[in-house]
Nanobody
């Protein structure tokens, strides 16, 4: 059974940082590209970042480029999203996902986590 479990969400102040983690089990992690998506209240889920199974390349939404960094460890079967200079508009539920699409076309991954809430507020 495939499982993707996110952690690390919480409350951050504008300009602050958070690190999200995703632990994966039940699939051949090193064969899958991994990504992060988010869904803000009243909005559709949107792509945030993706990383290829080989650790590169990475791909980012324009809204987070330069502020967020995605990374992975195939031995640990984990993927992270390092978020810095957080803004109120980054408030959303963040989802980890695994898929076989190219990282620059990572729109419909096959597997999803349950999500972790990130709230940016002063």
């Amino acid at each position: 059974q495939v499982s993707l479990v996110e952690s690390g969400g919480g409350l951050a102040q504008p300009g602050g940082s958070l690190r999200l983690s995703c632990t994966v089990s039940g699939l051949s992690f090193s064969l899958f590209n991994m990504g992060w998506f988010r869904q803000a209240p009243g909005k559709e889920r949107e792509f945030v970042a993706a990383i290829r199974w080989s650790l590169s390349p990475t791909y980012y939404a324009n809204s987070v480029k330069g502020r967020f960094t995605i990374s992975r460890d195939n031995a640990k079967k984990m993927v992270w999203l390092e978020m810095s200079d957080l803004q109120t508009e980054d408030t959303a539920v963040y989802y980890c996902a695994a898929g076989t699409s190219r990282v620059d076309e990572f729109a419909s991954p096959e597997y999803w986590g349950q999500g972790t809430q990130v709230t940016v507020s002063s």
